[in-house]
């Protein structure tokens, strides 16, 4: 296939470009064979800065190009639409080099080995990098002249690999004390001055918050309390939060959360709005359920057409041109003033989005400024001399123009790519922001898309395939993983018994065609066909990196899947595949955040919630308590007095459940309550 017959906006601006670039696949590889030539393998996607810049000073360069037409098969691979492509050639260029990222720049044999790589490369030797046309002739030279050295390097990286396969998938059992282990790691590593872990640069970890979360909730210790608020609050109050537009930008290349990269992945957004709602409902906080309301009126926003479609964007791109550095979304003292008209309110949204402080200046222009909330407002309103509320109704106004205002600015692109994976990472977010932050709108977007990618990504008996409505897509497990737990999620929210039906029929292919003899799943099929051998050794990813976990959100919705079902198979597979990893997960610690919930559901009491009450109005109550008290590992079940039969309720119930209604049932563990009437008495329960 050619790049400008592509789906991808990535590949598509390839095929505009000098090089010859081929498409990933079997005829690339064969070309290479025949010819003896070796591979310049180029992985990127259409929302990274430094990907555009490179193919601006390279790609696009004639000579460039024609070098690379003369001496390489060029291949082009949006890592989007291949994360499993990318996955592999970034571990293999991470051996080599100690670091990867995008662009990937890798050289490989005909049968797809690699034997350099790296990043980004400069036209010119700079940055502490060689130019990339002297890496182009080196590179080639090398493959040409010294045969023996490029089998040399294949030989070290494969044996590199080869240890970290190894190393991945080491089994063990899983018990309560790996979630204390990752705790104690994520205090560890928590900075006491700005939130989050680590230092610069900083990433938001979504399953990090979410196992803490829980964490704290069951044990109640401050400090995990601590690491929560504090990091949840820094970043909304930084620049890596959109103040004027809401959603999250990808990264902080700072510590205070203020200098961003400005790419909106919806990777991020779906498991951060996920932990924002849930957070709101247990610390009852306006400010997160401001934020889960913020992040799904982004996706109205700039997206409207498609959410109406039952779609999601993938992404929006950081910039609107390869020279261009974060101007949509910066401001100058001055634009901000012109904006206002109104020497008041400038003097405010100077003092409170930090456009006097220099760690908010751009580093290529200084007179640019990302806007954060740099004063909480009851310091700006005592200085200002106002009331809170004052200051409140003239921050939302600032707010209101200076969006308007940015309206009118080009807009970095919006990648439409219906990717069924990060589409369900944002229903299941969605639905999160309805249930437990009481969004507008969110819930009937959320149930829309997640009918949509049913009917346009699975396929009976082979799975979700990566891509809406595209077949020949591929099928891959972060899929089958991301799409099952919104149909578990779905079914709780509204509890139509479809969704569970078809969550099952996820897990069954998934427990068929991913599942190695250990009980791990492997991230492609094993009867999967791929043109070279490194991409037929099954990989096992447990880490979030950058998605939440495959095989622990796996894991984790098994269990939920059991519990609902009362499956004692669904809760042996999730054991299995826990188990397969029980050494390397203990090692990984915090790495593995989403992989630790995991472990917390299977190795921690269970809280099942029946509710026996009618659909009439006013008489819900007991539901809607149910579902928007967030409690770790809890499920929900709903019947009505006709439909209640003993066959249906875990063991437990069977003898306590009448017909009743309204009832409310909760069984912590093997361990029941008396049935409560009441909202506020079942809420009470849920919250201890």
């Given amino acids: 296939m050619s790049l400008a017959a592509s789906r991808s906006p990535f590949l598509k601006h390839g095929a505009t470009q000098p090089v010859k670039w081929m498409a990933w696949g079997d005829a690339a590889f064969e070309r290479a064979r025949a010819e003896n030539r070796p591979i310049l393998l180029d992985i990127g996607a259409v929302w990274c800065h430094w990907c555009h810049v490179m193919d601006r000073e390279s790609y696009e360069n004639p000579e460039t190009a024609a070098l690379i037409n003369e001496r390489f098969v060029p291949v082009k691979v949006d890592r989007d639409e291949r994360p499993d492509v990318d996955a592999r050639y970034q571990r293999a260029v991470q051996t080599l080099t100690g670091h990867g990222g995008w662009p990937l720049t890798a050289f490989l044999t005909p049968d797809g080995d690699v034997y350099y ?406 991230d492609r099929p094993f009867d999967s066909p791929a043109p070279v051998a490194g991409l037929r050794e099954p990989q096992f990813p447990i880490a979030d990196a950058p998605t939440p976990s495959a095989n622990g959100v796996m894991a984790m919705v098994l269990l939920r899947a059991a519990a609902l079902l009362h499956d004692d198979e669904l809760r042996a597979a999730s054991l299995g595949a826990l188990n397969a990893f029980g050494a390397t997960a203990r090692r990984m610690g915090a790495g593995a955040a989403t992989f630790m919930r995991a472990v917390s559901w299977a190795t921690e009491p269970v809280t099942t919630v029946v509710i026996v009450d009618d659909d009439e109005i006013g008489r819900d109550a007991l539901f809607r308590t149910a579902l928007r008290t967030y409690r770790p590992r809890t499920v929900v079940r709903r019947f009505s007095p006709a439909n209640l039969t003993a066959d249906v309720l875990p063991p437990e119930l069977r003898a306590m459940v009448s017909a009743e209604a309204p009832r409310a049932y909760v069984c912590v563990g093997n361990a029941c309550r008396q049935p409560v009437r009441s909202a506020a008495e079942l809420q009470a329960i849920l919250s201890e």
């Avoid at 494969?158 to 190894?166: G, N, Q, V």
């Avoid at 700072?254 to 996920?274: Q, T, V």
């Avoid at 200002?384 to 600015?409: G, W």
């Avoid at 009481?438 to 082979?462: P, Y």
Wanted: with cysteine; net charge negative.
């Fill in 117 to 522: 790589g790296g990043t980004y490369f400069p036209p010119e030797d700079g940055y502490g990098r060689p130019s990339f046309r002297r890496v182009l002739h080196e590179v080639a030279r090398i493959w040409y002249e010294e045969p023996d050295r490029v089998r040399d390097a294949v030989r070290g990286i494969r044996d590199r690999l080869s240890a970290y396969a190894r190393a991945e998938t080491e089994a063990g059992q899983v018990t309560p004390e790996f979630v204390s282990h990752a705790i104690e790691e994520f205090a560890g590593e928590f900075d006491f001055r700005f939130g989050g872990f680590g230092s610069a640069p900083k990433f938001p970890n979504p399953g990090g918050l979410a196992l803490i979360l829980d964490y704290a909730l069951d044990t109640g210790t401050t400090w995990a309390q601590r690491m929560l608020r504090e990091t949840l609050d820094a970043m909304a109050r930084g620049g890596i939060y959109d103040q004027v537009g809401g959603g999250f930008h990808r990264y902080s290349v700072d510590a205070r959360w203020i200098i961003p990269h400005f790419e909106k992945m919806s990777y991020d957004n779906g498991p951060l709005l996920d932990v924002y709602a849930r957070a709101a409902a247990a610390c009852d906080s306006s400010r997160y359920r401001r934020i889960a309301s913020d992040i799904v009126a982004h996706y109205f926003d700039i997206a409207p057409d498609l959410l109406a479609a039952g779609k999601f964007p993938a992404s929006q791109d950081a910039d609107v041109g390869p020279d261009d550095d974060g101007s949509y979304w910066t401001w100058t003292h001055d634009e901000v003033a012109a904006t206002l008209r109104d020497d008041v309110l400038t003097s405010i949204a100077v003092q409170y989005y930090g456009l006097n402080d220099p760690a908010g200046s751009m580093h290529l222009d200084p007179a640019r400024h990302v806007l954060f909330q740099a004063l909480p407002t009851k310091t700006l309103a005592d200085r200002l001399q106002t009331s809170e509320s004052e200051l409140r109704a003239q921050l939302r106004e600032i707010r209101h123009r200076l969006k308007l205002a940015r309206d009118r600015r080009p807009r970095p692109f919006i990648d439409d790519s219906q990717y069924s994976g990060w589409n369900a990472l944002l229903v299941s977010g969605f639905l999160a922001a309805a249930r437990y932050a009481d969004t507008a709108r969110a819930a009937d977007v959320a149930v829309s898309a997640l009918d949509r990618i049913w009917q346009g990504a699975f396929r009976e008996g082979v799975g979700v395939v990566h891509r809406v409505d595209d077949a020949d897509s591929g099928v891959l497990l972060e899929d089958q993983a991301y799409v099952a737990q919104a149909l578990v999620d779905a079914f709780e929210f509204t509890q139509r018994e479809v969704y569970l039906d078809r969550c099952r029929q996820v897990l069954d292919i998934v427990r068929r065609r991913f599942a190695a003899e250990s009980g791990a799943f492997a």
